[in-house]
């Protein structure tokens, strides 16, 4: 099981337990389950309110997960994102260290979730 940890200045630091593989484990419903104050507002990935900063947490670099097109619209207008970066990730299969915490599935990875 993969471990999530949520920081934020705000708040003091959470890690709480995924199930990996479940296809329907985002960042979002983790914070909800674990009731940390993640802001968000439509959680369908088109106000961008939810945006979190995901790094590994073992610093050997992430695994891949697509973005979705909705993601990846919303981290564009949001600046988090160029077309240079949306190539890389493309060629290099590197996930977006910017992501929507109510698009991102969790993975088999301990990570870090800034907010």
């Not at 705000?10 to 995924?18: G, L, M, N």
Request: aromatic share 6%.
């Amino acid at each position: 099981m993969p471990l999530v940890t949520f920081s934020s200045p705000d708040y003091k630091d959470k890690t709480v337990y995924a199930v990996a593989g479940s296809h329907t484990e985002t960042i979002l419903k983790l914070a909800k389950e674990y009731k940390v104050p993640l802001h968000h507002d439509c959680q369908d990935g088109e106000c961008g309110n939810c945006l979190v900063h995901v790094t590994s947490v073992d610093r050997k670099g992430r695994m891949s997960g697509f973005l979705t097109d909705k993601e990846r619209s919303v981290l564009v207008e949001l600046g988090k994102l160029t077309k240079d970066d949306i190539d890389r990730i493309a060629v290099d299969d590197m996930p977006s260290e910017w992501r929507l915490a109510c698009q991102m599935i969790v993975r088999d990875e301990d990570i870090l979730v800034e907010y």
